[in-house]
């Protein structure tokens, strides 16, 4: 038992380095191959449990397959486990170039200021002062879209037009206004 009552047992860090074996960009955690063990080569390479929150860098962690890396690690229940994890020479890491799709679609939507419309900052960044809000479908400041007089007037004429057998039509040429609606107003 160590002073002061501490029965928790010290982990011994040891050092490796190698390559990463693979990492899934998605969940944040894949395997090193350890090529060598503190400072001598292996044999047959051994894999080591990686975490993302492990790596050293900025930004979005992960790494590419075949990055090379240095790491302090620790043997647990599960295996190897990494405690810390750089570039060479104690460099940040690389990371993967691939992020995962959700992370995709989310950078891509607030690209607009809904305040004025510009690219570039986000309503609460706008230097305007608050714009009216405008109808969707035809830009007025009168009213917004759910009561907008011209779509009423489109989509009656297009009822009035389309028989039972266009229907399909009818809905198609709906769905390219409303996705022409979007793109005017910058959504």
Request: hydrophobic letters at 25%.
């Amino acid at each position: 038992m160590a002073e002061g009552g501490c029965e928790e047992e010290e982990v011994a860090l040891i050092r490796g380095s190698g390559v990463c074996k693979w990492f899934n960009v998605r969940m944040g955690f894949g395997f090193l191959s350890m090529e060598n063990r503190d400072g001598a080569a292996l044999e047959q390479p051994l894999d080591v449990f990686v975490h993302q929150s492990k790596l050293h860098m900025e930004g979005f962690r992960s790494l590419r397959e075949g990055e090379a890396v240095e790491f302090t690690f620790k043997k647990s229940s599960k295996g190897l486990e990494s405690v810390s994890v750089t570039g060479p020479d104690g460099a940040p890491c690389l990371g993967s170039e691939r992020r995962p799709k959700s992370a995709q679609k989310r950078r891509s939507k607030g690209d607009r200021c809904y305040n004025c419309g510009e690219p570039g900052h986000h309503a609460k960044e706008c230097q305007l002062p608050p714009q009216p809000k405008k109808c969707h479908f035809c830009q007025s400041v009168s009213h917004m879209v759910a009561s907008c007089p011209v779509k009423a007037q489109q989509q009656q004429q297009q009822q009035h037009h389309s028989s039972p057998g266009s229907q399909g039509v009818a809905t198609s040429q709906r769905h390219e206004e409303k996705e022409e609606e979007h793109s005017q107003a910058g959504l």
